[in-house]
């Protein structure tokens, strides 16, 4: 990436306490979790083919090394790649930008979060070097994690370094929100993805520290001979599951709402609109912040439980849809007698639109006990929360990186070659997912790598679903190769290609060099980053 | 970060610093590969020598830091005193989940506490003394904040050194109770009991010595006569914090 100082300068880097490069740290490092995650999905879907053996070893040691795989494809895509990617790169690079700041708050603590997440990569990726890899799902639910001969420490030290990465960056980016915004600028001028991130900090501040605390404690059970989930002395099996979900759920939350973020500012930008219902969703943000905190129970709907904490928490699962729900109208709304310019950011929101529509409906037979007892385990569950969450958020990453490309990097991306990575992955994504809805209504379980007991048409729509696998790789290999080329070869991109009235662009050079702003920025009463009429 | 007050010039200049590499460094070697050196492959070498690479990192970390946090001035001064109430919800809910887990383990038990293998008689004199320890603590920290105001700075260094010396002497008497019960068998694994007790103290204990830490950082820095009243006050901010958590801790595991 150019910059307006002198040429590249490794120490520059690696030392940086810019804002700005360190939110292309977090994009170099997702993405390389991206990639290798990606790997192992590959993996996965080659190895079920077929209902018995396909590509592990055999039968009797063939569900350990598939267990890894869905370790790391698990760990690596959420706490590697979506979280990272949103809160890490996109946060970093452009919440500085938007509200008119030369920095963060505190730059040199935004240096040690990214390096601590660097750590955490380096930690998940000893998985293929160490002899005992960790095979413990991303959830790491004892007793298993407790009794498995797979290295539970790396497991639980990329959880702890991601998450106290995560937390200090909330601190940091919550204050530099409330206390370092341009003169002028009111909580109702801010960027939908200022507000995203704000709400989506505060949920991660709360909760990550309660899933550091449950790893650790898992960590002490193994390696320390206390009993906090082992029933025979006194422990509690499910306190593990109550303790991570009661972060993990909100976890959704914190990748969803930045997600939703982008594609608001692309949804603005592309069809030359205000943000249609600006406050309502911004209230719907909030509310996502309220209730995040109370819908952790359907995640144990089998595990065990009072009917009246079933049904308590069914409402309060089924009530996330409503702030959702206002969310979705307005980013919908927001497209209402616009002129839109379809590019490929606004590709990825129109299919965001769609995934965010099927991934979301999916989920409410899933929060109803009744539906759940029998989906929730199975191909169904995958195949929900690979829209909503995995596909979703990954296409706002996806998007992000194609929007803010020419401020990013100071070139423009090869138009036709992203139109066509898009293509390759939002086919693909359908391909695979779809035949995962149906098997998964009749009974196709979720994690099996071995389901020769199943019915023999299961094998023909696992077939399907790895062809599907394969085109999202092609999608990918061209969607990253052509940011690698364009950054270097792409053609000069102006201060502000699409014409959105957002700070980044308006008051920035291209690429921003050092405190990002020429002068002071200050806005007035009638300012707002979405001026279009 | 502009330091220009021309208006039109842009410095062309990239802020860096070394501090975070060499701390997240030291916390990868110490804590990360100590901790899978000896617990996950049982290696005394892998140990020592993650130890040994960790420890110099760290420290040189932090004092690098200490000394830019000094000397540096920052984009908006005084954000850290808001910024640090905001970490310390985040710590709240680490000592919230060990209650938790605590609390759950309790009230499962039902009449059966404390189970079998706790000692008859657990001192509960030392818990009082701990307390007026920390809390004395405290008050002397304030002391040397007081002295800070009046820019007494040979006060404050004199204080700050009793608040770190009553510190000292509260993981002392962890050190010693700690001694005492596992010389009566009474270690983490005995029961749901002792992993409670052990977990939350422990944990409890860390916090001191983080806290001391940070202390001894600001102490340095004003044996070399200097001082930022952000920093001392953060600094007194987390070890009352680490106070009053002692009071749930003194009251929740000992004397329910």
Request: hydrophobic share 50%; glycine share 8%.
């Amino acid at each position: 990436m150019s910059t307006t100082s002198s040429g590249f300068k490794l120490s520059e880097w690696i030392f940086t306490t810019d804002h700005k490069r360190i939110g292309i740290l977090y994009l170099i490092g997702s993405i390389a979790a991206f990639a290798v995650a990606g790997l192992m999905a590959l993996l996965i879907r080659l190895e079920q083919m077929s209902p018995g053996p396909t590509i592990v070893s055999d039968a009797y040691t063939g569900g350990d090394q598939y267990n890894v795989w869905l370790y790391f494809h698990g760990a690596a895509m959420i706490l590697g790649f979506l979280i990272p990617g949103l809160t890490g790169f996109a946060a970093n690079y452009l919440l500085p930008l938007m509200i008119g700041a030369k920095d963060v708050a505190f730059p040199r603590i935004n240096a040690l979060s990214v390096w601590l997440f660097w750590a955490g990569i380096v930690m998940a990726l000893l998985t293929f070097v160490v002899p005992d890899k960790p095979d413990v799902m991303w959830t790491g639910y004892p007793p298993y994690s407790i009794k498995t001969g797979g290295n539970l420490a790396l497991y639980v030290f990329t959880v702890h370094l991601i998450g106290f990465s995560s937390i200090l960056a909330s601190v940091n980016f919550l204050v530099t929100i409330v206390y370092m915004r341009a003169p002028g600028m009111g909580w109702f001028q801010l960027n939908m993805f200022t507000w995203s991130c704000f709400t989506a900090l505060i949920i991660q501040l709360v909760f990550v520290p309660v899933l550091a605390a449950a790893v650790t404690l898992l960590l002490m059970d193994r390696y320390l001979g206390t009993h906090f989930y082992d029933p025979a002395n006194g422990g509690d099996v499910l306190l593990y599951q109550n303790l991570f979900w009661f972060y993990s759920h909100p976890a959704v939350y914190v990748i969803f709402l930045p997600a939703m973020g982008i594609f608001y500012e692309i949804y603005a930008t592309m069809a030359k609109n205000p943000i249609f219902n600006y406050k309502a969703a911004v209230y719907g943000m909030c509310g996502i912040v309220l209730i995040s905190g109370e819908v952790w129970v359907h995640h144990l709907y089998y595990s065990g439980m009072p009917d009246w904490i079933r049904i308590g928490q069914m409402v309060t699962t089924l009530l996330i849809s409503v702030p959702v729900g206002l969310m979705t109208i307005s980013l919908f709304g927001t497209l209402y007698r616009g002129a839109i310019t379809f590019n490929t950011p606004m590709y990825y929101g129109t299919a965001a639109l769609y995934l965010l529509i099927v991934g979301g409906l999916t989920g409410i037979p899933l929060a109803m006990t009744v539906l759940s007892v029998h989906l929730g385990e199975t191909s169904f569950t995958h195949a929900h929360f690979h829209f909503i969450m995995g596909i979703f958020a990954a296409f706002s990453v996806f998007a992000a990186v194609d929007f803010w490309f020419p401020k990013i990097s100071g070139r423009m991306l090869n138009e036709g070659q992203a139109k066509l990575g898009f293509w390759f992955n939002f086919i693909g994504v359908n391909v695979t997912f779809w035949p995962l809805f149906i098997i998964g209504v009749e009974g196709m379980p979720r994690r099996y790598w071995d389901y020769s007991q199943f019915p023999a048409h299961f094998a023909d729509y696992h077939k399907v679903a790895t062809v599907g696998a394969f085109i999202v790789a092609i999608g990918m290999a061209l969607t990253i190769s052509n940011w690698l080329i364009s950054a270097v070869k792409g053609k000069k991109a102006e201060d502000n290609p699409w014409g959105s009235k957002s700070l980044e662009w308006t008051h920035t050079a291209t690429p921003p060099g050092p405190g990002n702003f020429a002068e002071d920025v200050v806005v007035d009463a009638a300012w707002t980053p979405y001026n279009y009429r | 970060m502009m330091k220009s007050a021309s208006g039109h010039a842009q410095v062309h200049h990239w802020e860096t610093s070394v501090a975070p590499m060499l701390v997240v460094g030291g916390v990868l070697f110490l804590v990360v590969f100590g901790f899978i050196g000896w617990f996950s492959y049982h290696s005394a070498l892998m140990t020592i020598l993650s130890v040994g690479i960790g420890v110099p990192l760290l420290v040189a970390g932090i004092a690098k830091w200490t000394s830019e946090g000094l000397t540096h001035k920052p984009l908006v001064e005084g954000l850290s005193p808001v910024a640090l109430p905001i970490f310390i919800v985040s710590e709240v809910f680490i000592f919230l989940s060990l209650f938790v887990a605590y609390w759950t383990m309790r009230l499962s038990a039902g009449g059966d506490w404390p189970p079998a293998g706790t000692p008859t008689e657990m001192n509960l004199v030392l818990p009082i003394i701990m307390t007026v320890i920390l809390v004395a603590s405290s008050l002397t920290y304030h002391v040397a904040e007081l002295k800070l105001e009046h820019s007494d700075l040979s006060g404050f260094r004199s204080w700050v050194l009793i608040s770190m010396l009553l510190g000292l002497l509260f993981l002392g008497c962890t050190t010693y109770e700690y001694g005492h019960l596992l010389h009566q068998n009474f270690t983490p694994s005995t029961n749901a009991y002792s992993t409670a007790f052990y977990s939350i103290t422990g944990f409890h204990a860390s916090h001191v010595l983080v806290g001391l830490g940070v202390f001894l950082a600001v102490w340095l820095a004003a044996v070399r006569g200097m001082s930022n009243k952000y920093f001392a006050f953060c600094a007194g901010l987390y070890w009352h914090f680490v106070d009053i958590v002692w009071f749930f801790v003194a009251t929740q595991v000992y004397y329910w």
